[in-house]
Each structure stands twice: as structure tokens, then as C-alpha cells.
């Protein structure tokens, strides 16, 4: 009983605090003393100790994979927001090969030749678009690939992930021929090249890079060519309109971007979700609940006040690389039209904040390449919806996917913010951006 009337009591002071300091929409400038709001509601909080987010590419090593743990735990608010990269790769590999099983099956079943075995060698051959040979999701999605098709050779208990340049003779020591068995019928599965989509200025997961590519394959080897896998969709999409498209050669994708989902109607083979409408509002939402100085779970594991909440099915919380993961989906000819807008909220988390009890705070965050296709046409755009839902003030800055200099030029002025959200260019960099916070 007694308990029950100190808590009673307690909610009762803190409702009469909330309320003094609930009209006070100023931000950390102001020395608005409403200290009840969180740690961050004062203009004494050093930049130090503001909360901070990465999200998208994870502070790692960039050869070894060896995450960057003292960039995770800059301090006690600091948290990563990704995806889960080898359940989203061991996807990606599963939808390549059902979809070249069932189809030598379909052929079968007509009494045709096998269709997608272009130039009848037996032999099912595909190109690998790499996204960045340093960042993890990319290796993960390279290695999820060839072993599911069996073209992958270990070295150190992993899957090599290194491009191999050409390999339409089988010869490769990177990788190596697969095999397929469908009816008692054995075809080779051969990757018969694979790139770095690099470009000239240094920019990585560039689709014009991939596009490029695909017409230097295609010219010396395109009836070879039966399929087509790439690290995202962005490169995806670009051998898809540059070539595939017209020689009715499934690509496949990652990402779930909106113009890749539709594509699938006209003959893309395929695409991940990495749940982008939940990472985006993970990512705004653990900087939230820091200035709000209420536990880090609030309308993630455990429903706010507006009855927000993620069920267990859409993502996972490492503590110990104080990570968050949102879950992966197949997206095929079968369920895409479930998909199409890659920009839509997850329902479950799309209710408005209170701007009296969660007031509006001020946010520096940036995306690592505004050219990117994925972080421009999908991240961005759900990130604008929950900042207004989470009355969150962003400022977005985008940088050129080449220097972290060309964004840290930008963040001149950290002590006008509340919080801070960043997108490494390169995942080895962290200290380029925690120097900045002191
Ligand atoms: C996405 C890519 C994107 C990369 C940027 C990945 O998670 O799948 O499309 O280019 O992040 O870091
Ligand atoms: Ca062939």
C-alpha cells in the first residue's frame, strides 16, 4: 500500500514538472531546466555526451569485419542501427536458387529445353555485383550468394568474398562450380565474373559502375550470362535496364527500393526488404528516448505512451555489440505487390508523440553518398515521416560517398544539436566523427 502511494506521488511531482517544462519547445541553447525531460534538457550536456547513432554502415574493421567497439560505446547513449546482414544474405542465396530450381523444373515440366540455360551448355552462369569490399553487409550478401548456389571456397572457416574479374572457364581458385540437381539432371552453376561497382572517384555500390559492367560482360560473354545477382538494388537496377531486362535475364537485387519492387513485374527476379520502415525508426527512436532519459526499449520491446511498439518477428537488440538488427524479408513475383512503396511507416510504430511530454529536439544526421539509391529513395524518405513523428528537428546533410571530410566540414557547430546520427563513408572512420564530439 505504502508503495503504492509513494509511486502514486512520484507520478504525480513528475506530471507537475513535465507540465512547467512542457511549453519550452527551445532546445539544448536555452538552459531550459526541465530537468525531469532527460539528461540532455540542459545547455550544460558536453557534446560528449549527447546520443549518438550509427546506422547503416557499422563501426567495423573494414578487412577483418572486427567490430569497432569503442566507436559503439562513445558513451552510454551511443547505439548501432542496422540490419541483420547474414539472415538477409542466407535469404538473398535461398530466393536465387529456388528460382533457378523451379524454373529448370517449369522446363521440364513443358517439355522444353531448359530456358534459363540461355545457350544450352549445361551450365547456369551468373555475374556478382559487389557492392564495397568493406563493409559487411556487402561480404555477407557475396558469401550468402555463393553458398547457396555452391560456388563459394572457404578460407579461414568463411566464404571468400573477394571479386574474382572473370571466370567463364571455370578456373577461378576464388570461387568454384556449383551444382545443381533438378530431376535427376545435373547442371553446373558457374559465377563467370564478379566486380568491385567502384567508380573512378572512389564511390562504392555505384550503379553506374554496375552498368558499365554489365556492357562489357554482356559484349564478350552475354549468352553465357542466365543470371544476374547483385549486392543491392541500385546496381541491380542499372544491369536490369541496361541489359537483362531485354534478354529476359532475372536480376536480383537488395533492398526493396519501390522502382526495383515494381520492376519484378516486368521479369526483375527478385529483392530483399531489410525493413527499412523499422531501422529508419529505430534509428531516430534510441536518440529519442535518450533526451527523453526514459530506458532505451520505449516503443521498441516495450510500447510508449502513444502505443508504439515492434514485435520480436522484425528485429533483434545485440547488448553486446549494443546493436540493433531489423529482419529480412523475400520479396518475389509472389508477394511484391505487398511491397511496392518502400517509403510507408511500419504501422505498429507510426503513432504521433505527444509534443508536451517529448518536445522537440535537435538532430544532426547524415547520409554517407546522397547519390545513394537505397539510403536516397527509401532510407531518407521514412526517416522525414518518423522525425515529424517523433517531433524530432533533423538536419540532413548528404555527402558525397567519397570523404568523411566532405561531411565533417559540415558539422562545424555540434553544440547546436541535441543528438547526432551518422553514416560513416568508410566503417573504419568513427574517430573522424567522435573527435568532433570531443
Ligand atoms: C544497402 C545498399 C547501400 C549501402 C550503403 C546497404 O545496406 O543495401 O543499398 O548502398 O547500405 O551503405
Ligand atoms: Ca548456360
Same mark, same amino acid.
Given at each position: 500500500m505504502k508503495k503504492a502511494l509513494a509511486l502514486a506521488l512520484a507520478t504525480?511531482?513528475?506530471?507537475?514538472?513535465?507540465?512547467?517544462?512542457?511549453?519550452?519547445?527551445?532546445?539544448?541553447?536555452?538552459?531550459n531546466t526541465s530537468g525531469s525531460q532527460g539528461d540532455t534538457s540542459t545547455? &550544460?550536456?558536453?557534446?560528449?555526451?549527447?546520443?549518438?547513432? /550509427? @546506422?547503416?554502415?557499422?563501426?567495423?574493421?573494414?578487412?577483418?569485419? +572486427?567490430?569497432?567497439?569503442? !566507436?559503439?560505446?562513445?558513451?552510454?547513449?551511443?547505439?548501432?542501427?542496422?540490419?541483420?546482414?547474414?539472415?538477409?544474405?542466407?535469404?538473398?542465396?535461398?530466393?536465387?536458387?529456388?528460382?533457378? $530450381?523451379?524454373?529448370?523444373?517449369?522446363?521440364?515440366?513443358?517439355?522444353? +529445353?531448359?530456358?534459363?540455360?540461355?545457350?544450352?551448355?549445361?551450365?547456369?552462369?551468373?555475374?556478382?555485383?559487389?557492392?564495397?569490399?568493406?563493409?559487411?553487409?556487402?561480404?555477407?550478401?557475396?558469401?550468402?550468394?555463393?553458398?547457396?548456389?555452391?560456388?563459394?571456397?572457404?578460407?579461414?572457416?568463411?566464404?571468400?568474398? =573477394?571479386?574474382?574479374?572473370?571466370?567463364?572457364?571455370? &578456373?577461378? &581458385?576464388?570461387?568454384?562450380?556449383?551444382?545443381?540437381?533438378?530431376?535427376?539432371?545435373?547442371?553446373?552453376?558457374?559465377?563467370?565474373?564478379?566486380?568491385?561497382?567502384?567508380?573512378?572517384?572512389? !564511390?562504392? /555500390?555505384?550503379?553506374?559502375?554496375?552498368?558499365? *559492367?554489365?556492357?562489357?560482360?554482356?559484349?564478350?560473354?552475354?549468352?553465357?550470362?542466365?543470371?544476374?545477382?547483385?549486392?543491392?538494388?541500385?546496381?541491380?537496377?542499372?544491369?536490369?535496364?541496361?541489359?537483362?531486362? *531485354?534478354?529476359?535475364?532475372?536480376? @536480383?537485387?537488395?533492398?526493396?527500393?519501390? =522502382?526495383?519492387?515494381?520492376?519484378?513485374?516486368?521479369?526483375?527476379?527478385?529483392?530483399?526488404?531489410?525493413?527499412?520502415?523499422?531501422?529508419?525508426?529505430?534509428?531516430?527512436?534510441?536518440?529519442?528516448?535518450?533526451?527523453?532519459?526514459?530506458?532505451?526499449? $520505449?516503443?521498441?520491446? $516495450?510500447? =510508449?505512451? !502513444?502505443?508504439?511498439?515492434?514485435? +520480436?518477428?522484425?528485429?533483434?537488440?545485440?547488448? +553486446?555489440?549494443?546493436?540493433?538488427?531489423?529482419?529480412?524479408?523475400?520479396?518475389?513475383?509472389?508477394?511484391?505487390?505487398?511491397?511496392?512503396?518502400?517509403?510507408?511507416?511500419?504501422?505498429?510504430?507510426?503513432?504521433?508523440?505527444d509534443a508536451e511530454t517529448h518536445p522537440t529536439k535537435n538532430v544532426w544526421?547524415?547520409?554517407?553518398?546522397?547519390?545513394?539509391? @537505397?539510403?536516397?529513395?527509401?532510407?531518407?524518405?521514412?526517416?522525414?515521416?518518423?522525425?515529424?513523428?517523433?517531433?524530432?528537428?533533423?538536419?540532413?546533410?548528404?555527402?558525397?560517398?567519397?570523404?568523411?571530410?566532405?561531411?565533417?566540414?559540415?558539422?562545424?557547430?555540434?553544440?547546436?544539436?541535441?543528438?547526432?546520427?551518422?553514416?560513416?563513408?568508410?566503417?573504419?572512420?568513427?574517430?573522424?566523427?567522435? $573527435?568532433?564530439?570531443?
Amino acid at each position: 500500500m505504502k508503495k503504492a502511494l509513494a509511486l502514486a506521488l512520484a507520478t504525480v511531482m513528475m506530471l507537475g514538472l513535465v507540465a512547467c517544462g512542457g511549453g519550452d519547445e527551445s532546445t539544448s541553447q536555452s538552459g531550459n531546466t526541465s530537468g525531469s525531460q532527460g539528461d540532455t534538457s540542459t545547455a &550544460t550536456v558536453a557534446n560528449k555526451d549527447k546520443p549518438l547513432v /550509427w @546506422f547503416n554502415r557499422q563501426p567495423s574493421n573494414s578487412s577483418t569485419g +572486427e567490430l569497432d567497439m569503442e !566507436a559503439l560505446t562513445f558513451n552510454d547513449d551511443t547505439y548501432y542501427v542496422g540490419f541483420d546482414a547474414n539472415q538477409g544474405a542466407e535469404l538473398q542465396g535461398q530466393m536465387i536458387l529456388d528460382y533457378i $530450381t523451379s524454373s529448370i523444373q517449369a522446363s521440364i515440366d513443358a517439355g522444353e +529445353e531448359i530456358t534459363i540455360d540461355r545457350n544450352n551448355d549445361g551450365i547456369i552462369g551468373y555475374v556478382l555485383a559487389i557492392g564495397d569490399i568493406g563493409h559487411n553487409d556487402s561480404i555477407a550478401r557475396t558469401r550468402g550468394v555463393r553458398s547457396a548456389l555452391g560456388t563459394g571456397v572457404e578460407v579461414d572457416g568463411a566464404i571468400n568474398s =573477394d571479386p574474382i574479374g572473370t571466370n567463364t572457364d571455370g &578456373t577461378s &581458385t576464388i570461387v568454384k562450380d556449383g551444382e545443381i540437381t533438378v530431376n535427376g539432371t545435373t547442371y553446373i552453376v558457374r559465377e563467370l565474373a564478379s566486380q568491385e561497382m567502384k567508380n573512378s572517384a572512389g !564511390a562504392t /555500390w555505384d550503379a553506374g559502375t554496375a552498368g558499365n *559492367a554489365i556492357n562489357t560482360w554482356s559484349a564478350s560473354f552475354g549468352d553465357q550470362i542466365d543470371v544476374i545477382a547483385s549486392n543491392n538494388d541500385g546496381m541491380g537496377m542499372a544491369m536490369f535496364t541496361g541489359w537483362s531486362q *531485354a534478354n529476359g535475364v532475372p536480376t @536480383f537485387g537488395y533492398d526493396a527500393n519501390s =522502382d526495383a519492387v515494381a520492376a519484378i513485374a516486368d521479369g526483375y527476379g527478385g529483392t530483399i526488404s531489410q525493413h527499412a520502415d523499422v531501422q529508419a525508426y529505430l534509428t531516430l527512436r534510441v536518440l529519442r528516448n535518450a533526451l527523453d532519459g526514459v530506458d532505451v526499449d $520505449t516503443g521498441i520491446g $516495450t510500447a =510508449d505512451d !502513444a502505443g508504439n511498439v515492434l514485435s +520480436e518477428d522484425v528485429y533483434k537488440y545485440v547488448d +553486446e555489440e549494443r546493436s540493433y538488427y531489423a529482419l529480412n524479408v523475400a520479396v518475389t513475383a509472389e508477394n511484391y505487390e505487398d511491397f511496392l512503396d518502400s517509403t510507408v511507416t511500419y504501422a505498429p510504430v507510426s503513432y504521433q508523440l505527444d509534443a508536451e511530454t517529448h518536445p522537440t529536439k535537435n538532430v544532426w544526421l547524415n547520409i554517407y553518398n546522397a547519390a545513394d539509391n @537505397f539510403l536516397g529513395s527509401t532510407y531518407q524518405p521514412l526517416l522525414q515521416k518518423y522525425d515529424d513523428l517523433l517531433n524530432l528537428k533533423v538536419e540532413y546533410i548528404g555527402g558525397d560517398g567519397q570523404t568523411e571530410g566532405n561531411i565533417t566540414n559540415r558539422l562545424s557547430n555540434p553544440d547546436a544539436y541535441d543528438a547526432f546520427a551518422i553514416n560513416m563513408v568508410k566503417t573504419d572512420n568513427a574517430a573522424s566523427y567522435t $573527435t568532433l564530439l570531443g
